[in-house]
Structure formats: structure tokens, C-alpha cells
């Protein structure tokens, strides 16, 4: 940590150590810390990252070179570069740059880009110099049809892919083919920062750089702040623009300095409203947010541009107090030619010289000098009284700057960079990092730690209020339990009654999975029975059957057949139904007992009175009365399949034509041998009388009588039962004092271990809660300061609320331990 007060050492600890309590207490685990951790990791950071994040053009590089008043990045139209640069503070002696290059898979993948942008056929082999000497001439070629390499985004493009070619071409040694090769500024023999500053700033050497970092003295970038600029948001390399995307999600990132175009625009683009939505998921930046309107000298000269900006920062940016309007062009450069002289031409022979050259030594108008004539002269912003200017046609704009320059001189320039909001913008910065940004920081934490501070205190007043109010003596301790013996009785025996009635509502509405499953079990085996009967059914066996109980008869009647058919499947199905809801009763009383076990009001009964109370016997009691009423209904069930389904011989079903068809089958002889021959046909017909009858049986009527009977048997028993628990209060109390001595030992010495155990914790909390109240308050922050735990105020508290016989509550206590 740099520049902390020496009673911030171990905040990181203190804070850690309170993290610690509050994930020990079960019921304040679900608390978030991820803000904690953040803020904590920020208020402590030796770095604090400030990324400058907007679109191509906006001015992001020309404004840090204006608070930084050096040139170090590289400023231009277009989308020349997706270079990130990195800013730090060296003392003087070790200023320095470090470069590191794209590789040439990455140089190859922007050209590809480029090309397709400007309707080339993809560069194949950027290495042969036909191919770069074609795509130059393209490039020129378009610069000229668009009237000059700023006029239009395709001309920016080709002049993009121009420094691209000539940054592949003049630093072919120094790029990779695969990975990204980094070196200090002596690789290349410059030996201060200003001159590895100006390799850097080249558009051609930028254009192949991926990552520059400058290690510069200046007093903004003192105590750990980094300044960091980001490639555009609208870049056309896809992955150049994630890269701001994901610096400004990252965690490392403390604050970002939206530079925004809607001054020169007219309105916010897609991208930049997309940049502040993401902005906002970053717990790591919070509030840290500044809002720079750069280039508000083009709304000088536009009336309707400036109030379309107006009315944009009235609406969507309520709170103005970080949003700032800049020339980070007029700024800059006013605050370089203060330096300057008419001996250089006020930078026109030295910080301009590279942009003035021209071709047939015919001088360039550098941009700066466009904007500083436009100023002087048509932006309003100069009082006449004391400066008298004007632009003469039959001057150049470079004679025109050099003249009013050295009529008007300091005095204009002050002026300049007073109108450009760079100074205001710089101060405000400048106060923020140097001033507000520590303090802030840890205001930040202290209200992240308040909401868990104040439940951990209220958590631990409680849980002492608890301990400290039971007995200590054992004699007191026995005495206590005898007295809560019958209101636990009562609430033992409520509970089972309770547990009974949700039990037989979850069957009733078949919630219940596992007597779902048996109750599927047995309609099944009903079928399958059902099914396996009607296979084998013998009609040979069934005649013989009859015949038997008329001995004076020779032949027996297709009624007689169906009749002893009707009895034998009746009864088959009798077996298997009563069969089956034996099981499911079976099935369900073990299921419900294993459910009682596992309940807590049976091992509270288990204690008080060595047993279950006669749960367990009335429970399998009450099973055998279910089971002899299910059996009992089951046999009554299956006892009227004997009988023929109403409609069996209703005229115009199916089942009298099928009885007619088969009767006419058996009527062609009187002995056994047709009845035989239509065993299909008659099968059939006791398929469509039995079939719906067990259908109905299975899937409606039988069930209702289970749900009846469990409830007519369950629910009563229940409620006898807990009577029941409450009488054996004498047999309780006997079993209840031979025990309560060892447990009234054991709970005490308890008590104790968990009082000693609490104490240590708060002891603990105090302890971290005092180091970081000392932090806060070396940093002035009082009004911020964590709540501790005083146990001897919170003792006077209840002696005085006991002597008057009040209740006392977290809330009270909270407020007299503050006052």
C-alpha cells in the first residue's frame, strides 16, 4: 500500500478476520461479501487503473496528453491503431518506455480486415513488396477520391492500412511471427522518454504496436494511479474494440473516464450507450465514473449542436458534478506553445514540424492551427474588448496564426486553455487522485462492512443475551427443564398430530411419491392379472364345472359358461386385490414409522421419557384395523364383478351383439365341443364386461376407499395419541430427574464453553473493528466509523430492565449502547 496511514497496516486482516466471524455464524452465511472483497482489494491496491474508454476520434489520447502536458500517445483521425497504453509513474531518472509489437499473424489478420473494408482482394502475403506496393497505390488512390484522409471513414481506413504496411515494413526485425515480442527503449538505442515517446507516437510505428507502457514522473500519477488508453469502442478490428470491453468489466480497473463524441456528434452512438451499460456491472468501479464531452469547440460554431448537448447532459446525466466539457485539441497544444516562440514560428518548426511538411514544399496546415483561427475569430468565446482579431484572406492560416500570435501573445493563449475546460477537467482530476480518491476508497468499505458489522453485533448480543440468562446452577438448571416438562409434552404431542394429518393430506392428494408408486404397483398387478386370466381362461373347464352341479344333465347352457366365468375371475381378482393392498398397507405404516423416527419431536419424546410414549405400538395397532378394512373392502370390491355390467345386454352395444354371435356359435351342437370351439369369441366377451369393471375399480372407487379408511383410522388415533404424551406427565417427571443431573452438568459446563467461545469472538471483533475504526479515522472519515460491542453496557442494560421487569429488545440496545 502507498501512502496509507501507518494505522491502515493491517486492514487487510481486520477486515479478513470479520469476513471470517460472519461465514462462522450458520445463519449469516448467505451474506454477500463480494462487495466487501472488492472495495477492500481497492481501498488497499498499491495501483489504482484509470481507463480512458470511448470511440475512435473522441480524443481520448489528445486529452491525457493535455493532463499529462506531454505528448506521449499517438493522436489522430481514424482508426490507426487498437494499441493500449499504459501510464505509470518513475521518478525522473528512471522514466522510461516499454514496447511490445503485434505479431505478424496478427498484423496479417488487420490487413486481411482493412482489405475487405476497402474492397481489396485479400492481401495473401503481406511480406512481398508487389503486394504492398499495390495496396499503397489503392490506398493513396482512395485518400485522393474522398478530397483527403480525415473526410470520410473509407479514406480513414486506407490511411489506417498505409501506417499498417509501413509499421510491418520498418520494424520487420522487431516483430514475431507468432507471439508478441516486448522490449525496453534501449533495444532501439533511446535513451529518454521523450525520445522513445516520439518512435512510439509514429503512426506507422503505432500502427504494429499492441501494448505501450510509459513509466513517467508526473504528479497525477503519483500514490499507485494508472492511466490506461483503451482502442475505440467502434473499431473495425472486432477483437480491438472487446479489448476495451474488457478492460472496463475488469476487476482491476478503478475508475474510467468515459470520453464521449455527442459534442461533435449530436448524439450518443450505439456503442458508446452500450459502453456505459456494461460499465455499470463493474463492482470494481462503482461511482469512479467521469464524463468527458470532448471536441465542445466543434459546438461553438453550431447552435443547434450545443443545445442538442445540452439537452442530452440535462436528461441523461442528472448528476453533473463529474461531467466535463473539453477541447482536448485547443488544451493540449495551448499549453505546448506557452513554451514556444516566434523564433520556432510557435511550433510550427518543432512540435508541428512533422505535420507541416508537404509536397513541393508547399506547407501543411497542421489541425491545431484550423481550430485556434476558428477560435480567435467565429467561436464568440473572445471579449472584442481585449482582443481586437481577424483573419486576412490574402494570408495563409499558418501566417494568420503566426501574426495574431505575436500580436496577442500570452494573454490569448491563457485564454485559450481557459475556454478549452482542460484546467478544469486537470484540477478536478488532479483533486479527485490526490485528495478524494483514498479517502472515498475507504468510505466505500466502511459502508460495505457497516450492514455486516451491525449483524454480527446483534447476532452476538443476542446469542449473549441467551447464555448469560441460563442457570448456573445445576440445582436451577433441573428445575428450569421440570418446569418447561409439560408445555414439551404438549408440544411433542401437537406435532405428532400434526405430522399425522400432513401425511394422510399428502396421500389424500397424492403427493405422496412413495404411495404413489405402490398405489401404480397394484393397479398394475390388477391388470396383468386381469390379462393373464382372460388368456387362460379354459371353457373346457368351466363346462365340465357345470355339468358337475347338474348330474341329471347332459349339456350345460352358454349362460352357465358366463356364470361360472363371472365367479372364478371375480374371485381370482379378489386374491390378487387383497393381496395387494396388504403390501401397499405394509409398505406405507413402515415408510410412515421410519419418517416418525427421523423426527425431531420423537427424539425430544425418547428423552423425556426413556421411550416413544406407545407411538409405535399404536402405530401398528392402527395398522392392522387399515389393513382388515382394505381387505375387507377389497373382497366387496371384487365380490360385484359377479354381476354383469348394466349396460351388458343393452340393445345396440357391442357386448350383445358379441353375446348374440357366440350364442349362435354354441347352439350348432349340445355337447362340449362348440362350447370349446368359441372359447375365443366367449374370452371376448368377458373381456368387455371386466375390463371396465376393474378399470373403474382401480383407477376411481378404490382409491377413495383408501383415502376414507386412512383418514377414519389415522387422523382420530393421532389425536388420542397426544392426549395421551400429555398424561404420562408423572412418568416424564420421575424419568426426567434421574437424568437431568448429568444433563444439567453437561448443558452448564455447555454454556460455559459456548459463553467463553462467544466472548473470544467478540473479542476478536472488537479488536478487528477498533483497527479499522483507527484506519478510518486517520483518514478523517468519523462519521463512517464500524459499531463495537461493549458487554458491560449491555449488562447494565438487563439488570436495570430486569429490576423493572422490562423486555429488553436488539433494537434498544443498539440504541443505548450508542448513546
Known amino acids: 500500500m502507498t501512502n496509507l496511514p501507518i494505522q491502515c497496516a493491517n486492514l487487510k486482516e481486520q477486515v479478513e478476520l470479520i469476513l471470517q466471524l460472519l461465514q462462522q455464524e450458520s445463519a449469516l452465511r448467505s451474506q454477500d461479501i463480494t462487495p466487501v472483497q472488492t472495495s477492500l482489494g481497492k481501498a488497499i491496491s498499491p495501483k489504482f487503473e484509470i481507463v480512458f474508454a470511448g470511440a475512435f476520434s473522441a480524443g481520448k489520447s489528445m486529452l491525457i496528453n493535455a493532463l499529462l502536458e506531454r505528448e506521449l500517445l499517438y493522436s489522430a483521425e481514424g482508426h490507426a491503431t487498437g494499441t493500449e497504453c499504459k501510464i505509470e509513474y518513475a521518478e525522473v531518472d528512471q522514466e522510461r518506455v516499454v514496447l511490445t509489437f503485434l505479431s505478424e499473424v496478427e498484423i496479417r489478420e488487420q490487413a486481411s480486415f482493412l482489405c475487405q473494408q476497402l474492397g481489396f482482394v485479400t492481401a495473401a502475403n503481406i511480406n512481398q513488396s508487389e503486394v504492398s506496393n499495390l495496396l499503397n497505390q489503392g490506398c493513396e488512390a482512395i485518400i485522393q477520391q474522398e478530397g483527403g484522409e480525415s473526410r470520410s471513414e473509407r479514406a480513414k481506413q486506407a490511411k489506417a492500412l498505409i501506417l499498417l504496411l509501413a509499421g510491418y515494413d520498418q520494424n520487420r526485425e522487431h516483430i514475431h511471427t507468432v507471439n508478441n515480442a516486448t522490449y525496453s527503449m534501449e533495444k532501439f538505442n533511446f535513451f529518454n522518454l521523450k525520445e522513445a515517446a516520439g518512435y512510439a507516437r509514429r503512426g506507422s510505428n503505432s500502427a504494429v504496436l499492441k501494448r505501450i507502457e510509459y513509466y513517467c514522473n508526473h504528479a497525477l500519477l503519483e500514490d499507485g494511479n494508472v492511466i490506461i488508453d483503451t482502442p475505440g469502442i467502434d473499431a473495425p478490428v472486432e477483437k480491438d474494440a472487446q479489448l476495451t470491453y474488457s478492460k472496463i468489466q475488469h476487476p482491476d480497473t478503478s475508475a474510467v473516464v468515459c470520453v464521449l463524441k455527442p459534442a461533435s456528434a449530436g448524439d450518443m452512438t450505439k456503442e458508446e450507450t452500450t459502453m456505459l451499460e456494461t460499465m455499470r456491472g463493474n463492482g470494481g468501479i462503482r461511482d469512479r465514473v467521469f464524463y468527458v464531452f470532448n471536441r465542445i469547440d466543434e459546438t461553438w460554431y453550431n447552435t443547434q449542436l450545443r ?49 507541416v511538411k508537404g509536397l513541393n514544399d508547399q506547407e501543411e496546415t497542421p489541425q491545431f492551427v484550423y481550430a485556434f483561427n ?27 496564426y503566426l501574426r495574431i500570435l505575436s500580436q496577442q501573445g500570452i494573454p490569448l493563449i491563457n485564454q485559450l486553455i481557459l475556454d478549452s475546460g482542460i484546467e478544469e477537467f486537470r484540477a478536478a482530476i488532479t483533486r479527485y487522485l490526490t485528495e478524494e480518491k483514498r479517502p472515498l476508497l475507504f468510505q466505500n468499505l466502511a459502508d460495505d462492512l457497516e450492514d455486516i458489522c451491525i449483524k454480527l453485533k446483534k447476532t452476538y448480543q443476542s446469542d449473549y443475551r441467551d447464555l448469560d440468562s441460563q442457570p448456573r446452577e445445576i440445582e436451577a438448571m433441573k428445575s428450569q427443564e421440570l418446569q418447561r416438562l409439560n408445555q414439551q409434552l404438549q408440544q411433542i404431542g401437537k406435532e405428532f398430530n400434526q405430522h399425522l394429518i400432513e401425511e394422510v393430506n399428502q396421500i389424500n392428494n397424492q403427493a405422496c411419491d412413495a404411495f404413489e408408486t405402490d398405489f401404480r404397483q397394484l393397479q398394475s398387478r390388477m391388470i396383468r392379472r386381469l390379462d393373464e386370466l382372460l388368456d387362460t381362461f379354459s371353457v373346457a373347464d368351466a363346462y365340465r364345472r ?144 371386466f375390463e371396465p369393471k376393474v378399470s373403474h375399480t382401480i383407477r376411481k372407487s378404490f382409491r377413495q376407499t383408501i383415502n376414507q379408511i386412512l383418514k377414519i383410522q389415522l387422523l382420530p388415533m393421532a389425536e388420542n395419541q397426544a392426549d395421551e404424551i400429555l398424561q404420562q406427565y408423572p412418568q416424564a417427571r420421575v424419568y426426567l430427574e434421574q437424568t437431568l443431573q448429568h444433563e444439567a452438568e453437561e448443558k452448564i459446563s455447555q454454556n460455559r ?67
Do not use: W
Request: glycine share 4%; aromatic share 8%; net charge negative.
Open 307 to 355: 443545445q442538442r448537448l445540452d439537452d442530452l447532459i440535462s436528461s441523461q446525466f442528472r448528476d453533473t458534478s463529474r461531467v466535463y466539457k473539453t477541447s482536448g485539441l485547443l488544451g493540449f497544444y495551448g499549453s505546448q506553445i506557452k513554451q514556444t516562440s516566434l523564433q520556432n514560428r510557435f511550433g510550427l518548426d518543432s512540435i508541428f514540424a512533422e505535420s
Open 374 to 400: 476558428n477560435y480567435c475569430v467565429t467561436s464568440g468565446k473572445l471579449s472584442h474588448t481585449n482582443f481586437r482579431i481577424s483573419l486576412n484572406g490574402f494570408e495563409t492560416p499558418n501566417e494568420n
Open 546 to 689: 357345470a355339468t358337475l352341479s347338474h348330474l341329471r344333465n347332459a349339456t350345460a347352457p352358454l349362460i352357465a359358461i358366463l356364470v361360472e366365468a363371472f365367479y372364478y375371475l371375480s374371485n381370482q381378482l379378489e386374491d390378487i386385490l387383497v393381496n395387494s393392498s396388504e403390501q401397499l398397507v405394509a409398505n406405507l405404516f413402515q415408510q410412515l414409522m421410519e419418517k416418525i423416527r427421523k423426527t425431531e419431536y420423537y427424539r425430544q419424546l425418547y428423552r423425556l421419557l426413556g421411550n416413544d410414549g406407545g407411538i409405535e405400538q399404536k402405530i401398528k395397532a392402527i395398522e392392522k384395523q387399515v389393513s382388515l378394512a382394505l381387505v375387507s373392502a377389497a373382497s366387496v370390491e371384487c365380490d360385484r364383478f359377479v354381476r354383469e355390467s348394466p349396460r351388458f345386454y343393452d340393445e345396440g352395444t357391442f357386448s350383445i351383439y358379441q353375446f348374440r354371435q357366440t350364442l349362435q356359435q354354441t347352439s350348432q351342437s349340445y355337447d362340449s365341443e362348440s362350447m370349446v370351439e368359441a372359447e375365443p369369441a366367449i374370452r371376448q366377451l368377458l373381456k368387455l364386461d
Open 753 to 819: 464453553r459456548l459463553l467463553i467461545a462467544l466472548e473470544q469472538k467478540i473479542e476478536s471483533y472488537n479488536a478487528a473493528v477498533s483497527g479499522i475504526n483507527s484506519c478510518l479515522q486517520a483518514m478523517q472519515l468519523y462519521d463512517h466509523l464500524l459499531p463495537v460491542i461493549n458487554l458491560s453496557e449491555l449488562d447494565v442494560v438487563e439488570k436495570i430492565a430486569a429490576s423493572n421487569g422490562v423486555v429488553i429488545s436488539d433494537g434498544l440496545l443498539d440504541g443505548v449502547a450508542q448513546m
